[in-house]
């Protein structure tokens, strides 16, 4: 799954909380005391902190939320050979006609349809993101390898994917399709968590974080504020912005950062455009507050991102969306939320992260 830049909770977890999480601590604690727990899923740290009345039955509900994860994962991360994202593009490499798509692809699928994304969002993109072993070697792929990879040859019918007719390209070779969910499968996952949690009854309200995505249900016992840090693209340890709201709401970050190389000066990152196969330029990250969902959240990150300083802040302009962006001179740049929106976007100091 895509590694994506990270997000931090502000003011969520505490010496108190993490302790209550314990059932050693369940005399000393009260409603405003969430339970915590924070377990290594997503290819990354996932951390779920509910509130509820019923201790037992919330850690109960947040193990269930984990469970939902992995079903996810199990679906649709590209890492795991066992996954069944990994037996479809296993299947079209044998160049069969046809591939079934596990059911989570088609919501994902579904959502960038929606979202009207699909030029700057591409679950082919795999094929064109392995040619520069970001975990390896490093390679910077010619116009020809990317030329062969790119050409479209995939069709979506239905539950299904289709080999349509290609020919070699330039490069003379065709290296076989790769599907890839990872930059939608966490949020999707965070999603599945929060359903869990929700049709629980013992869970009143919860943030999850997988470090790039955020998702909160209900509000905070105590009327407080959820609070987001974002972290500097260049300094990760300082938070740049801060994202808030009441109630449910959405945070998503997409960067340069996370899985790159440099060579001649250049900076690779591994957030490409579809319709070069080339870095995404004009950005070290960017952060879309307010989607409606978990998995829009997670799209609309490297969406926008791909989209770049003048095409994203008007998307989020016209679908009521706050961004906060740092263009690649290290400017940034604040679209706010709507009026009356109940989540906001503001602009820190540098401070130390907690």
Not at 35 to 52: F, M, Q, S
Not at 78 to 93: E, G, Q, R, V
């Amino acid at each position: 799954m895509e590694r994506k830049a990270a997000l931090s909770v502000l003011g969520t977890v505490s010496l108190v909380a993490a302790l209550c999480a314990s059932s050693l601590a369940l005399a000393g604690c009260d409603r405003n005391d969430p339970v915590v727990d924070a377990r290594e899923k997503l290819g990354t740290v996932v951390t779920v902190t509910a509130y509820g009345e019923d201790r037992v039955a919330v850690g109960d509900a947040v193990d269930a939320a984990f469970d939902a994860m992995d079903r996810v994962a199990g679906q649709l991360d590209s890492y795991d050979a066992s996954s069944a994202i990994s037996a479809a593009n296993a299947y079209l490499a044998k160049n069969a006609i046809r591939a079934p798509l596990p059911p989570y692809s088609l919501e994902i699928l579904n959502s960038v349809e929606r979202l009207g994304v699909s030029e700057q969002f591409s679950v082919t993109i795999g094929a064109a993101v392995g040619l520069y072993d970001f975990g390896g070697s490093g390679h910077v792929p010619t116009a020809a390898e990317l030329d062969a990879v790119l050409e479209p040859r995939l069709e979506r019918r239905g539950r299904n994917i289709y080999l349509k007719p290609f020919g070699l390209g330039k490069a003379g070779t065709v290296p076989p399709p790769s599907l890839d969910f990872g930059g939608a499968s966490k949020g999707l996952a965070l999603d599945e968590a929060l359903r869990t949690l929700a049709s629980s009854g013992a869970v009143d309200a919860a943030i999850l974080t997988s470090g790039s995505t955020t998702v909160t249900m209900g509000s905070k016992p105590d009327g407080s504020q959820w609070q987001v840090g974002i972290e500097d693209p260049r300094d990760t340890s300082s938070v740049v912005a801060v994202a808030r709201g009441t109630g449910p709401f959405t945070v998503s970050t997409s960067g340069d950062y996370q899985q790159y190389f440099e060579r001649d000066g250049v900076r690779y990152h591994h957030i490409l455009d579809p319709a070069t196969g080339l870095p995404a330029s004009g950005l070290r990250s960017l952060t879309v507050i307010g989607a409606s969902s978990g998995v829009e959240s997670d799209i609309l990150s490297t969406a926008l991102f791909v989209a770049g300083p003048d095409g994203a802040p008007a998307y989020a302009l016209e679908s009521g969306l706050a961004l906060f962006l740092v263009d690649s001179e290290g400017r940034a740049q604040t679209v706010p939320a709507p009026e009356g929106a109940s989540f906001s976007i503001t602009e820190g100091s540098g401070s130390e992260k907690p």
